[in-house]
């Protein structure tokens, strides 16, 4: 199995399948130093669909839409990329960084390209949090005392006030960079970004309001990060998941739990076709 110490003096990875390949390689490269090349072998557009217009398209072939090339150009397009003359397509995806502290621990996790969803593990069961937005104290002249803010937390050692918090009764939340933003965001009712965007986009998914002490608006489910704003989540619910990309990288919550949300991992370089340079996929 692929680990990270094969990864050592590699100029590029390839990755060859569908869209999970591709999100699956790119959390090995957390670092973003190392180009990624998404290669679909198994096009959900093939010779055959060209030539008979009315035959159904099989719907377990992948879309590829983090894909560079698929197996049809596959002989002219990755030349282009190992002798360089592809690197106007060469791009650096914004990814997502979260920071999960525990009573005894704090965990950093796996970058995220697409999404995060963030909910308990019963789709039945309500998810419960405190949702609020971190300033830092490391700034202020005076020594910090808990009387003078509302909630202080620290991560990496660095004291911070949570600001503006409020209270969620919901489904659990997605947040999903511009790259994820027309896959299950816009599914979910979220609005699609341009592929240029460093911001972050959050979704409360069936917020039932009714349970909210605070006077709020639908307008609070649905919102951006952005540069320089951190979310934090305080979990709840006795138990609760992080999905990372999908459904197989995942990372469990307990009551208790803090979570820090912003656009500070480090971007993914990702050869991406030209049409695919102003939205995202």
């Given at each position: 199995e692929l680990d990270r110490q094969h990864l050592a003096d590699i100029d590029l990875m390839v990755a060859v399948g569908g869209d999970g390949t591709v999100l699956s390689a790119a959390h090995f490269l957390d670092h973003g130093t190392i180009p990624l090349l998404g290669i679909n072998s198994d096009p959900n557009v093939s010779v055959e669909d060209r030539k008979v217009k009315k035959k159904v398209v099989d719907e377990r072939r992948s879309h590829g839409a983090l894909c560079f090339s698929t197996a049809l150009d596959l002989s002219e397009s990755v030349p282009s990329v190992l002798y360089g003359e592809s690197q106007d397509q060469l791009t650096n995806r914004t990814r997502i960084r979260c920071k999960v502290k525990s009573t005894f621990s704090?965990?950093?996790?796996?970058?995220?390209?697409?999404?995060?969803?963030?909910?308990?593990?019963?789709?039945?069961?309500?998810?419960?949090?405190?949702?609020?937005?971190?300033?830092?104290?490391?700034?202020?002249?005076?020594?910090?005392?808990?009387?003078?803010?509302?909630?202080?937390?620290?991560?990496?050692?660095?004291?911070?006030?949570?600001?503006?918090?409020?209270?969620?009764?919901?489904?659990?939340?997605?947040?999903?960079?511009?790259?994820?933003?027309?896959?299950?965001?816009?599914?979910?009712?979220?609005?699609?970004?341009?592929?240029?965007?460093?911001?972050?986009?959050?979704?409360?998914?069936?917020?039932?309001?009714?349970?909210?002490n605070e006077d709020i608006t639908k307008d609070v489910n649905n919102g951006l990060v952005t540069e320089g704003q951190k979310m934090h989540l305080r979990w709840n619910s006795q138990k609760g998941r992080i999905f990372i990309d999908g459904s197989h990288l995942t990372h469990n919550l307990e009551l208790g739990d803090e979570i820090m949300i912003d656009n500070q991992a480090p971007p993914l370089q990702m050869f991406v076709p030209k049409h695919r340079t102003r939205r995202s996929s």
């Open positions: 704090e965990t950093r996790l796996v970058p995220a390209l697409n999404d995060l969803l963030i909910a308990n593990p019963s789709p039945a069961a309500v998810s419960r949090f405190r949702m609020g937005w971190l300033h830092s104290l490391e700034e202020e002249s005076e020594p910090i005392k808990q009387s003078s803010y509302g909630t202080i937390t620290r991560f990496a050692g660095i004291a911070y006030d949570v600001e503006q918090s409020l209270n969620v009764w919901s489904s659990g939340m997605w947040v999903c960079t511009s790259t994820g933003s027309t896959a299950v965001m816009a599914a979910a009712g979220g609005k699609p970004m341009d592929v240029s965007s460093t911001d972050l986009q959050y979704l409360i998914r069936e917020h039932m309001m009714e349970n909210s």
